[in-house]
């Protein structure tokens, strides 16, 4: 089945990087979009961008842009999303999830947690 | 950009009930992209409606969705006691998407 497994929770001092990964399995990979959201404790989901896995081309939102970089590696189905210069509200669990139809994500990973704390 | 506006914020139902989720948008929703998706605490959202009113795969039929334009709704035709959780609405428009705030809905 189509899994998505994102790597576990890092804790980051401000101004610090982070970078957070994705391994896929059971479907074409270069055939899929992935999405990555951000939900910062007690919050909605926040949409920060896509990377189509056939290419590695990337969209991100305007909030986020400068600061995140969407890559993947095609020889171990893994997608991978960098943040720089953190600040305290960064903190989050963040997701990704694949495109499905009509736009929709389907299925998610299971959160990766960011802690941003001096 | 589109911002969509959930309501009610909280819904306080019993198990057995019909529940009725808004989100309305502040233009309209090219192609009807308008998903649902529940998220249950400490778990990844789930997506259960597609394309306005299409069910994702696994979805229960109790679940349906419908609207077009500015203004969707989600429908649970009869509660059952895992469908309390939070619940999201999502648009598409090239090339952003949103969520609206949520929608808790919640055991009375």
């Known amino acids: 089945q189509v899994q998505l497994v994102q790597s576990g929770a890092e804790v980051k001092q401000p101004g610090a990087s982070v970078k957070l990964s994705c391994k896929t399995s059971?479907?074409?990979?270069?055939?899929?979009?992935v999405h990555w959201v951000r939900q910062a404790p007690g919050q909605g989901l926040e949409w920060m961008g896509i990377i189509n896995l056939n290419g590695g081309s990337t969209f991100y939102a305007q909030k986020f842009q400068g600061r995140v970089t969407m890559t993947r590696d095609t020889s171990t189905r893994s997608v991978y999303m960098d943040l720089s210069s953190l600040r305290f509200e960064d903190t989050a669990v963040y997701y990704c999830?694949?495109?499905?139809?009509?736009?929709?994500?389907?299925?998610w990973g299971q959160g990766s947690l960011v802690t941003v704390s001096s | 950009e589109i911002v969509l506006t959930q309501s009610p914020g909280t819904l306080s139902l019993s198990p057995g009930e019909r529940a009725t989720l808004s989100c309305r948008a502040s233009?309209?929703?090219?192609?009807?992209?308008l998903a649902w998706y529940q998220q249950k605490p400490g778990q990844a959202p789930r997506l259960l409606i597609y394309g306005a009113s299409s069910r994702a795969t696994g979805i229960p039929d109790r679940f349906s969705g419908s609207g077009s334009g500015t203004d969707f709704t989600l429908t649970i035709s009869r509660l059952e006691p895992e469908d309390f959780a939070v619940y999201y609405c999502k648009q598409y428009r090239t090339p952003l998407y949103t969520f609206g705030q949520g929608t808790n809905l919640e055991i009375k």
């Open positions: 999830a694949r495109s499905y139809y009509d736009y929709g994500f389907h299925p």
């Open positions: 233009q309209s929703v090219s192609n009807n992209y």
């Open positions: 059971g479907f074409t990979f270069t055939s899929y979009y």
